[in-house]
């Protein structure tokens, strides 16, 4: 680990910490005792294995919108909509779960997982093609796109998919042979995070042991050189944004097939997609870091359900804490980094020195 | 060597804008060493120099940009607060950038406005602004069309908003960054005669330029600069073109690199009819004809701004011609290769942050021996890596340390590395030592040498005289887009150059004009 | 039955209000090259603290102060990360949506312990003899206070950006910030007034939802409004009067939304007022067009797409009602197609997203 990398998970540790301490005081002005607090969130976390359970499956969605997240930006691309994607991939998951019956488990998951990520890349290429061809901030199109899934899904929650005779708004379970297997009974962890471990590690791998990988860091770094020497950036861009979306989806899939109800419900993205970005940030964009930070994330999610069940402490500290980290990072991003050039920096002036003058003036 | 210094004629006649002894580095480099320069009202005085001479350190210190490290500036002789942008313009200092400081998407009128800052008051009368700024076009014959967002006019017409703002500044000093680098000759000579009347009408104007052409057209005295001194300031009337080419391209560094004479093999590169058009203002690269044969080194001399570095990237494929061709034959069999040293290797040339491997790797990645069905062959890479750092000298604390850490000379080590290590059949080497130092030029050199010598072709750029005398067999001498002669190593010499560069500036803007 | 009542216009120019006044304030942030993605977060906490201050002192106006000066806090963590430590405008304004909602829900249940209390509100002011001219006085004149300061706050923002030196300088800050530095002005200044400022209008939009409206906070309270005049900024293309015609348009779909949730089928009127939609879309384009020489295609598509789907559904009147998902989505849809279809000459300010480039 170089010295940088060190000092960026030095900052994000004190990051957690501070923000910890933070919400330490702030309840502890609620007048509720700390250690009560502290062991309610032991006991939410760790406390049962149905708890602990609990936490790993909040875990799969948060890392893997996370890992999508770090696909894109370092390709340069920022994919702010990972929110909508995840609404994407769910919905074609559900839609393969629901309605491609009379399969059995070894074909209709994967394809139910399939068509989740087919889902988030086909959202994702709908902003790529906004990006790279008809000039659309990338940011811009991730994020409006979002919004008009989100009321595309809840329409067809409430539509085209709805049960009749269920829970308003909700669609019926899927078929079971779409279902991931529980993994550890009597808890909701079930076998997609396995499937999630692996493919964090895929993409680790991807950024750095292949040629694709390779080509995308470099277009991320500085694209015009990435450009001469024969890389195609448009393209790594657009499959940068794509391969981010795909992911997402897969987490999307995840909340769908893998969740206890199994059933699509309007708004069980549920913030992971923007979790996600709170979670990359934390790793320093390092998809290996992501797992150490998501699983961070999922417990504070996870104990802060109890801390709010037992405690009346609402869930909405656990939200704050995690802006609180966020701008933590952000702001101190310039220490962790204070020998690189910016990213995306507008022009001029930022290498003063070695060029002398006039080559970029 | 005694510095010949022309005197302002009047010398009772006080200097609206004197430097005197500005320095200022930037790291090891020193961009302004103890600079004195002085202009009168009414005089028009030309700053010559290549680009890396330190003009455009200077101009962003008399424009307060930039904060000098010792020395200072004066106006009408008070000393003006150094790094205080605001001060100056207040003093009277004008300043035209080579790239405009004029909002895109804003007007001539709203950009005036913007410039003249609180003085306007909060709100900006519209009506009062652009009577005021077509007033002053009318009298300095300056046509220029007020409500049309600038980003839809012609270089031209912004040259003459920037103008015109900082005559509405009050400005009684003019500065003009390379002016005629955006204009076609014909827009230049509108110019010619605007600056002129302005020098009349009493304004002191430094025209800071590389051609010499412009000099003789407008200026009164030239002061010229080289390696961030003044070398010398002359009388342009008493001065031939020729004797200012030299000053400005001399260099200080005696060269000690020897080019070796083999015979010239089979034919590498062949340019026919290559033609770019319009690329700079309307003006036309070309047509272009060259042949390069394995084993040769073709040098580009001519004054920057020439289309020098057009033809580098028709040559590196980087831009797409207009017309023509350019064909690269292998000294083995398939497909030719090419090398380039971009002219500048930290936005085309280096991924800063990412680690020397990296760099090293850009083009040969998809290679069957660096990876296999698209994965990664680590072992090698690091054992390739290993030897190119060795065998090209790279000064570095290990392979994995981003680039953006090394020198500017280690930096350029790993391009040439990357670009020669692929054996190609031509190199073209835009600008190759342009901020490097003594040593990490000698090594460039003999790389570049290493490479004849082993038969490649060479197409070398550079603004340098003595780097293109030093290396190259034949010499083409560029002049507004054209090749106007190539001349035999053995009839090449600095006056002969010289003049064919002065010479051709004058003629091969008749012709375009 | 008609559904273009009085009614409809008037609840129309009701909702488009607090997204006007985010937008507006969103606009300037943005013209001086500061996204801020923050801006629900902004409403939300707005909205929650002018709740608060009116339900703790009974004073609408307190509330609206409360609602601003909340706003104005939030923009000065947006600005001191973004602006000042040139952190990541995007990763900043995510934080401070989680931010809002994280806080507001947290003091919210804390305080009020799942009860629902409800305030004082502002009580709508009819304008004398104005309101009573017909048709136009009960809609426009027959409004909330906040409404007759919103008509004014779109020509003021106009007026700030084309015809003072500041809004020069605004729009020089994120088009071209080293013209400005060139200026002796100081950018990081001017963008840290202009992110303030959309602070402020976030806020106050914020309080217009709660005390204004309807007397009460609830979670979430926003319900994406931020975003939506995040869109509007977007679809008004970075224009004062494009913005205000953005939330005009978005408000009016809003309205009938509502409207026509209540009835079962989509009437004929409203197929009617599409085809007119249609025509004066292909008017307007057509006019622009011709000033600018842009190219009509994907005008001219989306207009004949409105007046065939119009005079057809006019004709037919099909049976069944649109989703309300649809209106909710249609102000996104529109935004990006405008974008999409804009020529070149109609894009973000160039700066937006990005830090100040470091002066040496």
């Keep these: 680990m170089s010295r940088q990398a060190l000092r960026g998970a030095a900052v994000s540790v004190l990051a957690v910490v501070v923000a910890l301490a933070a919400s330490l005081v702030v309840i502890a002005l609620t007048g509720v005792p700390l250690d009560k607090a502290a062991a309610a969130m032991w006991d939410g976390v760790f406390g049962s294995p149905a708890q602990f359970g609990a936490t790993l499956t909040k875990f799969v969605p948060l890392v893997l919108a996370a890992v999508g997240w770090v696909i894109a930006i370092r390709a340069g691309r920022l994919n702010v909509g990972l929110e909508g994607q995840i609404l994407a991939g769910g919905t074609a998951s559900a839609a393969v779960g629901l309605y491609l019956t009379g399969l059995p488990t070894v074909i209709h998951l994967p394809l139910a997982v399939l068509a989740g990520a087919v889902g988030g890349a086909a959202l994702g290429a709908v902003a790529a093609w906004l990006w790279a061809r008809r000039g659309v901030n990338d940011f811009i199109a991730t994020l409006l796109l979002t919004f008009i899934v989100t009321q595309l899904v809840s329409w067809l929650a409430n539509g085209p998919m709805e049960e009749p005779t269920g829970t308003l708004g909700q669609s019926a379970p899927v078929a079971d042979t779409a279902r991931w297997p529980i993994l550890i009974p009597r808890t909701t962890l079930r076998a997609d995070i396995l499937l999630v471990i692996v493919l964090v590690l895929a993409v680790a791998y991807m950024l750095r042991r292949t040629v694709v990988g390779y080509r995308l860091r470099l277009t991320g770094a500085n694209p015009a050189a990435a450009q001469a020497t024969g890389t195609r950036t448009q393209l790594i861009g657009v499959g940068a944004l794509c391969a981010s979306a795909a992911i997402a989806g897969v987490a999307g899939s995840s909340l769908v097939v893998a969740s206890p109800a199994g059933n699509l419900a309007p708004g069980f993205s549920a913030n992971y997609g923007f979790d996600g970005i709170v979670v990359a940030l934390l790793a320093r964009n390092s998809p290996l870091g992501c797992i150490p930070a998501a699983l961070l994330l999922a417990a504070l999610r996870q104990g802060g359900g109890l801390l709010e069940a037992r405690l009346g402490i609402s869930n909405g500290l656990v939200t704050a804490t995690q802006a609180v980290v966020i701008l933590l990072v952000t702001g101190t991003a310039w220490y962790a980094e204070r020998r690189r050039p910016r990213r995306r920096t507008a022009g001029s002036s930022e290498v003063p020195a070695p060029v002398a003058e006039g080559a970029r003036s | ?513 | 039955m008609n559904p273009f009542d009085i009614a409809l216009f008037a609840a129309a120019i009701r909702l488009s209000v607090p997204l006007l006044l985010a937008a507006l304030g969103e606009l300037v942030s943005e013209r001086a090259g500061v996204i801020n993605i923050g801006l629900e977060g902004m409403m939300l906490a707005g909205a929650y603290a002018a709740f608060l201050a009116a339900w703790a002192t009974g004073s609408v106006g307190l509330g609206l102060a409360a609602g601003i000066v909340v706003g104005v806090l939030l923009a000065v963590v947006m600005a001191f990360v973004s602006v000042t430590l040139r952190g990541d405008q995007i990763v900043v304004g995510v934080a401070l949506n989680l931010l809002a909602a994280g806080v507001t829900m947290f003091l919210y249940r804390l305080q009020f312990q799942g009860t629902q209390p409800t305030t004082v509100r502002m009580e709508t002011y009819p304008v004398p003899l104005l309101s009573d001219i017909p048709v136009v006085g009960p809609v426009v004149f027959n409004q909330l206070p906040l409404v007759y300061l919103a008509y004014v706050i779109g020509p003021v923002v106009a007026y700030l950006l084309y015809r003072t030196q500041l809004g020069l300088r605004i729009r020089s800050a994120g088009e071209k910030p080293e013209v400005l530095d060139a200026t002796g002005c100081d950018v990081v200044r001017v963008q840290w007034g202009a992110v303030l400022t959309a602070g402020a209008f976030a806020g106050l939009g914020g309080a217009f939802l709660s005390v204004g409206q309807v007397g009460l906070f609830a979670e979430h309270m926003t319900a994406g409004r931020g975003f939506l005049a995040l869109a509007a900024v977007v679809f008004g293309q970075w224009r004062p009067y494009g913005v205000i015609a953005a939330c005009a348009v978005f408000g009016f779909t809003d309205a009938l939304q509502l409207r026509l949730q209540s009835m079962g089928e989509v009437p004929r009127e409203v197929w009617i007022a599409l085809a007119v939609v249609g025509v004066l879309i292909a008017g307007f384009g057509a006019l622009r067009a011709r000033r600018s020489g842009s190219p009509l295609r994907w005008v001219l598509l989306g207009a004949v797409l409105c007046i065939v789907v119009g005079v057809l559904g006019a004709v037919l009147v099909p049976g069944f009602a649109l989703p309300s998902q649809f209106w909710l989505s249609l102000p996104y849809v529109l935004s990006l197609v405008a974008l999409a279809s804009a020529s070149r000459r109609v894009r973000a300010p160039a700066m937006i997203g990005l830090p100040l480039p470091a002066r040496n």
């Design chain 2, 1 to 513: 060597m005694a510095v010949p210094t022309a005197r302002p004629t009047d010398s009772a006649a006080s200097a609206a804008l004197s430097v005197r002894g500005v320095s200022k580095a930037y790291g090891d480099l020193l961009a302004n060493d103890g600079i004195d320069l002085e202009v009168r009202p009414g005089e028009i005085l030309a700053l010559l120099g290549e680009n890396g001479a330190g003009k455009s350190t200077l101009v962003k210190i008399l424009s307060g940009l930039v904060r000098p490290d010792a020395g200072e500036v004066l106006v009408d002789g008070r000393p003006l607060p150094p790094g205080d942008p605001l001060a100056a313009r207040a003093a009277g200092i004008g300043v035209v950038h080579q790239h405009f400081m004029l909002v895109p998407d804003m007007t001539a009128t709203e950009n005036v406005a913007l410039a003249q800052g609180r003085a306007a008051g909060r709100r900006f009368d519209a009506a009062a602004t652009r009577a005021r700024l077509m007033e002053l076009s009318e009298r300095h014959g300056m046509p220029v069309r007020p409500d049309v967002p600038v980003e839809q006019l012609p270089v031209g017409e912004r040259q003459r908003i920037e103008i015109l703002k900082c005559l509405l500044g009050d400005a009684r000093v003019l500065l003009l960054d390379e002016p005629s680098a955006v204009l076609s000759p014909v827009e230049w000579d509108r110019l010619a005669v605007v600056l002129k009347e302005l020098a009349a009408a009493g304004l002191a104007i430094v025209l800071i330029t590389h051609k010499l052409g412009e000099i003789a057209a407008v200026a009164d005295r030239c002061t010229v600069m080289r390696s961030g001194r003044v070398v010398a300031t002359v009388q342009v009337g008493e001065t031939r073109p020729e004797e200012l080419a030299r000053l400005m391209v001399g260099r200080d560094v005696v060269l000690r690199s020897e080019r070796p004479r083999i015979d010239p093999g089979p034919v590498i590169l062949e340019v026919s009819g290559l033609t770019l058009a319009s690329y700079r203002g309307d003006r036309d690269l070309g047509p272009i004809d060259l042949v390069v044969r394995g084993g040769e080194v073709l040098g580009v001399a001519g004054v920057e701004g020439n289309g020098q570095s057009e033809l580098a990237d028709l040559l590196a494929g980087v831009r797409t011609p207009t017309a023509g061709t350019v064909r690269v034959t292998s000294r083995t069999a398939g497909p030719g290769r090419v090398g380039v040293i971009a002219e500048d290797r930290h936005t085309d040339g280096l991924a800063l942050s990412l680690s020397v491997i990296d760099n090293l790797m850009m083009r040969v990645i998809g290679q069957e021996e660096f990876s296999r069905h698209g994965v990664l062959r680590p072992g090698r890479i690091r054992r390739r890596c290993a030897e190119l750092v060795e065998r090209f000298d790279v000064r570095t604390p290990g392979l994995d340390t981003p680039v953006e850490r090394l020198s500017g000379g280690n930096q350029q080590k790993i391009v040439l590395a990357r670009e020669l290590s692929g054996e190609p059949d031509l190199l073209i080497a835009a600008q190759p030592t342009r901020g490097l130092d003594v040593g990490a030029i000698e090594f460039v050199h003999g790389r570049i040498n290493a490479h004849k010598t082993g038969g490649g072709a060479t197409v070398l750029i550079s603004a340098e005289l003595d780097e293109v005398l030093a290396l190259s067999d034949r010499i083409a001498v560029m002049s507004a887009g054209r090749i106007v002669a190539v001349l035999d190593a053995a009839e090449a010499t600095r006056d002969r150059i010289g003049e064919l560069m002065a010479a051709g500036v004058e003629q091969g803007e008749d012709v375009v004009a």
